[in-house]
């Protein structure tokens, strides 16, 4: 093999092994991945204005008929005393309305729910995207790097917030540490980190409001984040009981170890890269 084979040989594999430390730099970093498309924002924001109207009516049928199933089916609350409500993608009409339940026999009053709930599935045109198109809850683009900003966004915004010294933030099974090394900002209250990572965001300087269920709140002594949403909000129960915001902290607090072992990597190919250049100077 000539000197020149050698060196181009080397040079190549120098080449190769820069290009990989590159690239474990750039998923470090998170550039060229994809962004949540507007699409997604658009579903979640019709989602929220929908619900909207329910809190605007002040629906009564919080157990059985929650707004948020229905906001969800893409229905929005019309008349609230008639419980009209009406499909935003295709203009359907129907009546949610229930027969009193202390006056009706309950198989009756289950048989008219089951109805109801099927209408909310059928009683769309056909083509209707409303069927199809179902907000999403939970960050699924780029997952981690989404849920960091939607929580560093947040905690910007927090800061505004007035909260008294006497207030306690109370969570069972959030531990102030994982919070601390997610938002290392020490000037940073605590608390307003604790809200955050549980899904409140500012509303006025004095209340805080939840972005999904928009259950508005102020702070007393104490204040239980998760027992202050609502109690269909997606940030307590996603699909099937697993609470976002305990999913969306797991997924982020995993990241330190995860980004310790990519550093480990891309240190380890850059010493080999250096190894390398030294030999081919020798
Ligand atoms: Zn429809
Ligand atoms: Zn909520």
Excluded at 38 to 59: I, P, Q, V
Excluded at 185 to 194: A, F, G, N, P, Q
């Amino acid at each position: 093999m000539s000197k020149e084979d050698t060196d181009s040989n080397a040079s190549t594999r120098i080449f190769g092994l820069k290009r990989k430390a590159l690239d474990q730099i750039n998923l470090l970093l998170g550039s060229g991945l994809t962004k949540r498309p507007k699409k997604e924002d658009a579903l979640l924001e019709g989602f929220r204005k929908r619900l909207a109207t329910f809190h605007a009516g002040k629906w009564k049928n919080d157990k059985e008929l929650n707004p948020r199933r229905l906001a969800e089916r893409g229905w929005r609350l019309l008349d609230a005393t008639k419980k009209t409500i009406k499909c935003d993608a295709c203009g359907f009409y129907l009546s949610s309305a229930l027969p009193d339940i202390t006056t009706v026999d309950v198989n009756v009053y289950n048989r008219c729910l089951k109805k109801v709930y099927e209408s909310l599935e059928t009683c769309h045109e056909k083509t209707c995207t409303a069927k199809s198109r179902r907000p999403n809850f939970f960050p699924h683009f780029n997952e981690k790097r989404e849920i960091r900003d939607i929580f560093n966004a947040r905690l910007d915004n927090m800061k505004g917030v007035r909260i008294f010294e006497g207030t306690e933030i109370m969570e069972e099974g959030l531990d102030s540490t994982i919070v601390t090394n997610l938002f290392p900002d020490e000037s940073v209250d605590l608390r307003l980190k604790k809200l955050v990572v549980t899904g409140w965001e500012k509303e006025y300087s004095e209340r805080v409001r939840c972005s999904l269920c928009l259950r508005s709140m102020t702070m007393d002594v104490s204040f239980v984040p998760s027992e202050s949403h609502h109690s269909w909000c997606p940030y307590l129960d996603l699909n099937d009981g697993e609470s976002q915001w305990r999913r969306a902290l797991d997924a982020v607090s995993h990241t330190t170890t995860s980004l310790s072992n990519s550093l480990s990597n891309a240190r380890r190919t850059l010493n080999l890269s250096l190894s390398s250049s030294s030999l081919s100077i020798e």
